[in-house]
């Protein structure tokens, strides 16, 4: 298959008369530039094509709850009421209703601009948390979404046992999420056993967080992954809510960055989800390590979670990715605008991601999040170049907002003046998923979601 | 003319089979409630009956700037390099760019569910700084294009004379704000007189800062307003900045919001518009003088403007409003979003803007801002009611993010899960504007604003 945009931001800059050719594995298998007219029968795309967004933290079945834990209780509203809230839904949620869920969620994703999504998929038992007849059921209907929508997926099955430092036993609310490590490493063999090969999925691991798993259990989940794939990506929320830090200190004598530092083998592979509360020596450690860090703005704002020192980590090397997390929003331009508002309100400036070498702040927040989005999923995509993924956006150039803007300009006015989706045509490894804005079955995605909203009730 | 909803939210709350009659003065003269069938012929609404959102602070011609002013530049970013763009931009507009522009805005306004404006219009004069011909040209324009939008217009000329506190002579790149008392007086008249009566637009009066004016100044434009109209709305920046408030603490020994409640009538007619550095006992006094503050929490992020303390503001019975002031973003439910976001970043806390009688964040947030906006604008809109305007909006309640969610919780849906635009139609003064998420002359105007935009060059 071969396209043509006029303008497109590849992984060497922007560059006029592209043409792309893409294999039937779904991977570019050539560029070319400066090519003033298409060969007959070429596909032109309108407008500007971009790298599509990666969408490296989702927990799908809590875009169910999106909008509805906006209320003022008796008592003080915080993380932990909402996540007493989220844990109700949990209960509410079979495999059926995860699908469709997850089917709606990766839709609106696609629509969106994202490609892919990092998957942390917690929620792995029945009602009474007891494994399914397939232990790995949950996750074969996350898998099933992608599929059926065509976002590439990177599915993380989250090992989960404890409900607070050193290994206080689980909650009531937490019974359909906990495996032990024999049988986190059951489940693990048997995603890699059917899936390893899939194109346009990758599976990892993911420790839900160090209030949830022991230090002996991290490092047999570490080992399991390893076995299976010495490269697979793992994720890990952290550092978000400040109680958290503080029950780390009390547990270790170390902050949970500075714990994860010292005791764990966080490299590349590894992606520190949320990482909100760093100290100075923290946040310079942690951009050293060269892992990814997981921002979710939109999330960690409905969740009054506070500022990831986004400034100082990204003037240290450090790199990110964003996720929609929650998916209360589901946009890559409201995660990056708001990313780079949070530290203008926080330190009273303007352009403050940007950086001498990339001085457009639309541009660097863009491509960054891409490339190490794309990295964080440990998927061959993040940018538009030979051998990468054919996971690319098409914008509609002729919008109001973005008329008579160009490249780096383009990139300011889509991130800052962007409240109407630009987003036109989506590609995911090489398939057309959205023409004109809609996702090609948008439609009976849409009902499956409204039947299954109705059996959730209202929230 | 008759309207139908199943589900309105009226001055009252909610209600079933509202039956709102408007006469041709644009306004509604009765509400019927529990109407099962709506009589014959009588036009049926589909989706959730809103109130229209009053927009309290623009500045028309900054639209043209949106996102065009993102870039690090060689020193530090702050709201003053951004003011310098700015002034680049003013360099440029012309009355038909200013008319281009103000059409093209107020159709995204009204696409987005706001239904009235309040225009902080200080660009009077010709690119030497000489009045236009007309005295009021500039001004016409912007009445020009919310006529023929069908906006709702608050129009506030802005009184302009100074660079600084204590009467510091303007700067090259404010000539063409700058009018002295008598030809601000003038101004005013004019406006008055042409337009006094014009159903829809309703005429105000602004200053544009404490160091753009001095007392004597602003003392002679109230006196000038308040002889042509005693209940005119009188709006003006204050403490959006750290610099400002030093400023004014080194001329006055005051902080600004401190000198403007002991030396000026503020009351229930004033809109202090920002506002974002206030001290404890300045917060409280605003709260009792009855005046609104004007939050723009897109415009204040994208300046890094700082947090305005809205708990507390609310907390001692404060009122506020939105605007979008440079119009970088146009979307009621962001400002909305955000505004609440920013407490929660703050305060570490969830549901921070709601209160014991409204425990719904969205609810209170809609509801008070589009009441206590209409009042800073002067016009009987922001709720529905009879003797109130016919300004409303229908949201598409088949939207996956709102199916199911019903009344307060379709509010909170609609703020937070609210990144697709739900606005199906809009009515102002009893007049649809917006059909299908359409303005009804949408083509002809973007083709007028990318004209416009051409003619300004890349920014």
Redesign the interface.
Known sequence: MQLYAERALLDTGWADGALIEIGDDGLISALTTGVSRPPEGCERVAGALLPGMPNLHSHAFQRAL???A????AG????W??RTAMYRLVEEIDPDAMEGIAG?LFV?MLE?GYTSVGEFHYLHHDRDGRPYACLTETSERIIAAAERTGIALTLLPVLYTSSGFGGEAPAAGQRRFVNGGERYARLLDALFSRHARRPGLRIGAAAHSLRAVTPGELDGALRALRSLDAHAPIHMHVSEQ?REVEDCVRWSGQRPVEWLLEHADVDARWCLVHATHLSASECDALARSGATVGLCP?T????????FPAAAFLDAGGRFGIGSDSH????PL?ELR?LE??Q??V??????L???GT????RRLFEHAARHGADALALPAGALAAGRRADLVAVDTSL??L????D??LL??????????PVRDVMVGGRWRVREGRHVERDPI?RR??ET??T?G?L
Chains 1, 2 share one sequence.
């Open positions: 999106a909008g509805a906006e209320r003022r209780g003080e509203d915080t993380f009421t909402w709606q609106e969106a400040v939109t960690e704002a409905n969740l009054g979670d506070g500022f209360v929003s589901v946009s409201e708001w508002y949070g203008r309100l330190h009273r400036r303007r352009a403050l940007a950086s001498p001085p457009s702040v639309g109001p907002a008329q008579c803007r160009e780096d300009g300011d006015a889509l991130v800052f003046a962007g409240n109407v989706n849409r979601f409204a909203l109705r959730l209202t």
